[in-house]
Nanobody, 123 residues
Framework: QVQLVESGGGLAQAGGSLRLSCAAS????????MGWFRQAPGKEREFVCV????????VYADSVKGRFTISRDNAKNTVYLQMNSLKPEDTGVYYC????????????????WGQGTQVTVSS
């Protein structure tokens, strides 16, 4: 079992930055691949990025490539999402998710989810 808690959401202006954190608890939390998803009102949950359990370069959705950076600190069991050059279309609830099997780009590929944190970008 892995428990995930996101933090760091809030209100930002277009062009601004926010950093989200996802704290994972559980004995083997550091062995899970970690992804970020987001969901805007009335829309389906969409893939943002994912990072392997060992770290390294993440895999990103085209819509955030070059603006967002995912990273992790396994000593702290925490995954980060640095969001720069924010746009109003980045608004939504951001969720982190964990899975031990693969670097999935779909929500169905994840076993564990956090409760989400709201990000609102004003124009």
């Amino acid at each position: 079992q892995v428990q995930l808690v996101e933090s760091g959401g809030g209100l930002a202006q277009a062009g601004g930055s926010l950093r989200l954190s996802c704290a994972a608890s559980g004995r083997t939390a550091g062995t899970y691949h970690m992804g970020w998803f987001r969901q805007a009102p009335g829309k389906e949950r969409e893939f943002v990025c994912v990072i392997s359990w060992s770290g390294g370069n993440g895999v990103y959705a085209d819509s955030v490539k070059g603006r967002f950076t995912i990273s992790r600190d396994n000593a702290k069991n925490t995954v980060y999402l640095q969001m720069n050059s924010l746009k109003p279309e980045d608004t939504g609830v951001y969720y982190c998710a964990a899975d031990s099997w693969r670097l999935a780009r779909t929500p169905s590929g994840y076993s564990y989810w956090g409760q989400g944190t709201q990000v609102t970008v004003s124009s």
